[in-house]
């Protein structure tokens, strides 16, 4: 027996169907993401993915009816078994028939689907969670969410639903023509008891009050006005709380595009994290050289620069900004920093006193990444005593694209209870 479940979608709710298939391969399928997403580009992270498992992986078993009882066959042509042989399994890699044209023995199909974007991002991020969460100051500003509440007898013809009001109709006419078809059905059956009588006044009464019913019965409406019935909704309020996530990157003549769009990633990646917790994130982009500066999107990653680097520059246009436009006590403020590694001798020193100092107490989160496949150098080794002494400061190194989304994951990682 086969049930399939036909159910249309509605709106915020899914098909019961398909969530129990993502409960139940849940493992393959985060398997299936988390080999898609070293090649994807996460600049398409919010976007529909197709998803591919193994068959294999899918099968169920299933009961079937057998002969039933004892049999004794006899099959002719038989030179090599007799009765109580055991036959042997044949040795692999023989002629045997796949499912996929293979020259090494039976290949494997492959089941493809599509998930959406808040699926693809769900599971991306289930294990993974914000250190140090708290939600600062809720805006003032409230939003709203606009709710189903029921139904109502009025409102606007686009939020009519047909089905209730053809339900309602329904129940009115069975209501109100039922007693009339009785009350038609009982004169009938006296009219006809005096088919044969001569009684012929009697006759014309009952015929006259068979029209009358007969005609309040044509009457009836099909659908009246007070069997329409509209959709009602009312406003959720949502606050929400205010998050800003800084990206700062060393965009000195030692960055070429390629590790530019490596931190373009990594920084895609923490963006897309943030809106998971936080329904609106400002971002604000630094990027440094000798002097800071912030800018936009399209100038902070493709933006071409000479010259050496001073990080702490970076570092005090952030602190700068902070305390113009985004006071730690009503913001959620986060941080990711990408750089090679290169630095003035003399600055790692002053940016390791900024964070102690100044940064690391006021920002939920800091991340830094350093993109090299060189020996780390001093400004590496200053992060190193500021990770050994503050839990809300992480660190790691990436040498080539695979690396991003482990890295990732390694940042945000659920601390075990």
């Not at 299936?32 to 197709?50: F, L, P």
């Not at 002969?67 to 040795?91: A, H, L, M, Q, W």
């Not at 991306?124 to 007898?153: M, Q, V």
Request: aromatic letters at 10%; charged letters at 30%.
């Amino acid at each position: 027996m086969q049930v399939i479940d036909r159910r249309l979608n509605q709106k915020n709710k899914s098909t019961v169907n398909r969530q129990r298939f993502l409960r139940r391969y849940r493992k393959q399928i985060k398997q299936a993401i988390t080999k898609q997403i070293s090649q994807r580009g996460v600049t398409d992270i919010d976007q529909n993915e197709s998803i591919s498992i193994p068959t294999r992986d899918i099968s169920e078993p299933t009961f079937r009816h057998g002969g039933g009882g004892v049999k004794e066959r006899v099959y002719p042509g038989n030179k090599e078994f007799s009765t109580g042989d055991r036959i042997k399994r044949p040795p692999p890699g023989g002629q045997g028939a796949g499912r996929r044209a293979s020259d090494k023995g039976e290949g494997e199909d492959d089941f493809a689907f599509e998930i959406s974007s808040d699926e693809y991002m769900e599971i991306l991020f289930e294990d993974l969670e914000l250190p140090n969460l708290k939600k600062n100051k809720l805006k003032k500003l409230i939003n709203y969410k606009p709710i189903r509440s029921g139904f109502n007898t009025d409102g606007t013809p686009s939020n009519i639903d047909i089905v209730r009001s053809l339900k309602g109709s329904l129940a009115r006419r069975i209501a109100s023509q039922s007693p009339l078809k009785k009350a038609i059905k009982e004169l009938e059956a006296q009219l006809a008891e005096l088919e044969g009588s001569e009684n012929a006044e009697k006759k014309k009464a009952l015929q006259d009050e068979i029209l009358a019913l007969k005609e309040r019965l044509r009457k009836v409406p099909y659908i009246d006005s007070y069997d329409l019935r509209y959709k009602n909704f009312d406003k959720l309020p949502q606050p929400t709380t205010n998050a800003v996530m800084f990206c700062l990157m060393d965009v000195s003549g030692s960055m070429d595009q390629q590790t530019k769009e490596m931190a373009k990633r990594f920084f895609i990646l923490l963006y897309m994290f943030l809106k998971r917790t936080y329904k609106d994130v400002e971002v604000v982009y630094i990027r440094h050289h000798t002097q800071a500066k912030e800018v936009d999107e399209q100038e902070f990653f493709y933006s071409q620069e000479t010259g050496g680097t001073i990080v702490s520059s970076a570092l005090k246009l952030m602190l700068e900004v902070v305390n113009d436009r985004y006071p730690s006590s009503d913001w959620n403020i986060y941080a990711a920093q990408a750089s090679d590694g290169d630095n003035w001798n003399d600055d790692s020193r002053v940016c390791h006193k900024l964070m102690q100092d100044k940064l690391l107490k006021l920002v939920r989160y800091y991340t830094y990444v350093e993109i090299t496949q060189r020996e780390p150098q001093n400004l590496w080794h200053e992060y190193v005593r500021l990770q050994e002494a503050h839990d809300n400061f992480a660190m790691q190194k990436i040498t080539e694209q695979k690396d991003i989304y482990p890295v990732f994951r390694e940042f945000f990682q659920k601390q075990s209870v």
